[in-house]
T-cell receptor, first 115, second 109 residues
Framework: ETGVTQSPTHLIKTRGQQVTLRCSSQSGHNTVSWYQQALGQGPQFIFQYYREEENGRGNFPPRFSGLQFPNYSSELNVNALELDDSALYLC??????????????FGPGTRLTVL | DAKTTQPPSMDCAEGRAANLPCNHSTISGNEYVYWYRQIHSQGPQYIIHGLKNNETNEMASLIITEDRKSSTLILPHATLRDTAVYYCIVSPEGGKLIFGQGTELSVKP
């Protein structure tokens, strides 16, 4: 148990819809990173939020967006869902931004299926 | 793209040491080597990280070669619960973790 929680655990959507995934970071952590993990692949970095600002982004289109709230919890929003967005979405919390080498604590993930 | 190369799978007998290799020949001077593992249906779990020197904690030991082009993660007494995918990551920017395919370790009784 890392203290990082994600909701919902599973979600089914259809193409073109929008989805919001939520993450509560571990107590004392001010940074949340989001990853997408397709079946059989390693997690891919989407973006990171540090003190409510986006602080680094991977190779994902703008329809992937996020928010971080004053309590450091975070949301991942995906618009115009495509079939290839079906994946496990992981969030990880840590203390410090991209420039610091800190251990990341991962949540259990949200399994998104797009039909 | 991941900057590391790992064997896709390995087996280990329960109670024996598991030695997981990783090549990172293009590592630069300020990059750390991180190891995470992912047990089926769970999020990745941090194991250990290092820069130059060998490191040990309650979970594992990390041996980094002098030229830093490769490393080995050692689980000293593997148990069935150590069955997982193990990821070796070279971190170019600190918190941004670039995962490769990892090594699927099967610990067998």
């Amino acid at each position: 148990e890392t203290g990082v929680t994600q909701s919902p655990t599973h979600l089914i959507k259809t193409r073109g819809q929008q989805v919001t995934l939520r993450c509560s970071s571990q107590s004392g952590h001010n940074t949340v990173s989001w990853y997408q993990q397709a079946l059989g692949q390693g997690p891919q970095f989407i973006f990171q939020y540090y003190r409510e600002e986006e602080n680094g982004r991977g190779n994902f289109p703008p329809r992937f967006s996020g928010l971080q709230f004053p309590n450091y919890s975070s949301e991942l929003n995906v618009n115009a869902l495509e079939l290839d967005d079906s994946a496990l979405y992981l969030c990880a919390s840590s203390y410090g931004a991209l420039s610091s080498y800190n251990e990341q604590f991962f949540g259990p993930g949200t399994r998104l299926t797009v039909l | 793209d991941a900057k590391t190369t790992q064997p896709p799978s390995m087996d280990c007998a329960e109670g024996r040491a598991a030695n997981l290799p990783c090549n990172h020949s293009t590592i630069s001077g300020n990059e750390y080597v991180y190891w995470y593992r992912q047990i089926h249906s769970q999020g990745p779990q941090y194991i250990i990280h290092g820069l130059k020197n060998n490191e040990t904690n309650e979970m594992a030991s990390l041996i980094i070669t002098e030229d830093r082009k490769s490393s080995t993660l050692i689980l000293p007494h593997a148990t069935l619960r150590d069955t997982a995918v193990y990821y070796c990551i070279v971190s170019p920017e600190g918190g941004k973790l670039i995962f490769g395919q990892g090594t699927e370790l099967s610990v067998k009784p």
